[in-house]
């Protein structure tokens, strides 16, 4: 949704048309229009689907394939998809790989139809930092140059906190409500636990404005969420 927002602020000054094409929509709307768009943003389960089910959609004539968050895309979550989106897609594309994280040794980058030639461009040489920060590869102040070069804000700050794993929950709950005129966004590793806290902290009042996001609610309700 946001790479399509950002695709509609600029492509009304250009003679294009654009498709956003994700779970929860009418697909037979989608199925009308998508074999005649010159370019479709989508979630892989959906593209996949119009490539099973809409007959008059061809993929032959794709010239520019876009992959972001390329490491997410190739976990266990989305594997199967991008083998078989990859499958009905022609051999000769060029093809645009983004990720925040990914790294030349990312072995599965070899089933996207990579070429032996591909460029790797990075804003930094992160390998390098990450060796130098290990304080194996150069002196402290190798060190510090490598950090100074980074693309973070300097206003950015960080902070941790190390927890027994019983405290964690109480140490949340104290936060959020301390913080009660913020934003904020707290991330879980997985679904369970995101439908865990949601509940508890409802039950507890952490906050009036609560609400929870994960891949189990219906598209319309991960929309309104988002908006």
């Known amino acids: 949704m946001q790479a399509f927002?950002?695709?509609?602020?600029?492509?009304?000054?250009?003679?294009l048309s654009a498709a956003l094409i994700i779970g929860g929509k009418d697909v037979e709307l989608e199925r009308k229009h998508i074999a005649t768009m010159n370019v479709i943003i989508a979630t892989p389960g959906r593209l996949l689907q119009h490539m099973d089910e809409t007959s008059d959609?061809?993929?032959n004539n794709l010239k520019v394939l876009?992959?972001?968050e390329v490491d997410r895309m190739l976990d266990m979550g989305f594997k199967r998809e991008v083998d078989e989106i990859m499958?009905?897609?022609?051999?000769?594309?060029?093809?645009l790989l983004f990720s925040a994280t990914v790294t030349k040794s990312l072995r599965d980058l070899a089933r996207l139809?990579?070429?032996?030639?591909?460029?790797?461009?990075?804003?930094h040489d992160f390998d390098t930092i990450e060796g130098r920060v290990s304080g194996s590869l150069a002196d402290e102040k190798d060190v510090e140059d490598a950090r100074l070069k980074s693309i973070t804000p300097t206003t950015l700050l960080h902070y941790y906190m190390e927890l027994p794993i019983e405290d964690k929950l109480d140490t949340l709950f104290s936060f959020l409500k301390t913080h009660q005129k913020q934003k904020i966004l707290v991330f879980f590793s997985s679904r369970k636990q995101v439908r865990f806290a949601f509940n508890a902290?409802?039950?507890l009042k952490v906050s009036q404005n609560l609400l929870e996001l994960h891949g189990k609610q219906d598209q319309n309700k991960r929309t309104a969420i988002y908006f």
């Open 66 to 68: 876009v992959i972001d």
């Open 113 to 123: 139809r990579l070429s032996k030639d591909a460029e790797f461009i990075q804003i």
């Open 201 to 203: 902290f409802k039950v």
């Open 57 to 59: 959609f061809d993929g």
């Open 87 to 95: 499958s009905n897609l022609p051999r000769k594309m060029q093809t």
């Open 5 to 15: 927002e950002v695709l509609r602020s600029f492509g009304m000054m250009h003679d």
